[in-house]
């Protein structure tokens, strides 16, 4: 299951017991800021720092013993930056044991899995 935000914690019961995988979603999207060609404004912004890091702190602490979970995600369509850098670094320093995915930074440093949103055929094929 995915959405774009943690669920209840039922739903990671329900999940484990059918044998259902989770990538569990930090809730972090700008992506309003995109049409106002902002989308990188929040990312670098140190102001926003705790706010960022305070989503993906929540979500782990709180999920990481569902077995369900297999992969974090550090969010949707919020660009990338230090404070998307900061999620994955404190991320990968609390749980080593899951990979994260983050489709905003095109294979940097802050996902363990290249996954592009909406990629073209060709891109696809170039992969």
């Not at 979970?69 to 969010?75: D, E, P, R």
């Amino acid at each position: 299951g995915r959405s774009h935000y943690p669920n209840r914690t039922l739903w990671y019961d329900l999940c484990t017991a059918f044998g259902l995988w989770v990538c569990d979603e930090a809730n972090l999207e700008t992506q309003g800021l995109m049409g106002m060609m902002q989308d990188a404004l929040l990312v670098e912004d140190q102001a926003w720092a705790h706010a960022y890091l305070e989503r993906m702190t929540r979500m782990v602490l709180r999920d990481r013993n569902h077995p369900c979970v297999i992969l974090w995600s550090l969010g949707n369509e919020s660009c990338c930056g230090p404070n998307i850098d900061a999620m994955a670094d404190w991320t990968r320093a609390n749980d080593p044991t899951r990979p994260i995915q983050y489709e905003s930074c095109g294979g940097g440093k802050a996902t363990d899995i290249i996954c592009p949103m909406y990629p073209s055929v060709e891109k696809l094929i170039a992969l």
